[in-house]
């Protein structure tokens, strides 16, 4: 798994300990989808897409007509 995303899942609660029953038993799929969408719309603003960043704000964070 990429390191970065490994890192996001361990946020979210997520705890390898070779089986997968046990590493997905306190994970928050709700809170890795929010820290994967922060993450990219982080990447979008580092990159100069902030039309881009700020759409994907509002659509993902409560807004349902964005543009």
């Not at 809170?31 to 902030?50: P, Q, T, W």
């Amino acid at each position: 798994m990429n390191e970065r995303i490994q890192a996001l899942a361990e946020q979210a609660g997520f705890i390898d300990r070779g089986t997968n029953h046990t590493a997905y038993m306190n994970f928050d799929h709700e809170k890795f989808a929010e820290l994967i969408v922060r993450e990219c719309m982080s990447n979008l603003y580092l990159h100069g897409y902030d039309d881009a960043a700020k759409c994907l704000q509002d659509i993902h964070f409560g807004i349902e007509d964005p543009v």
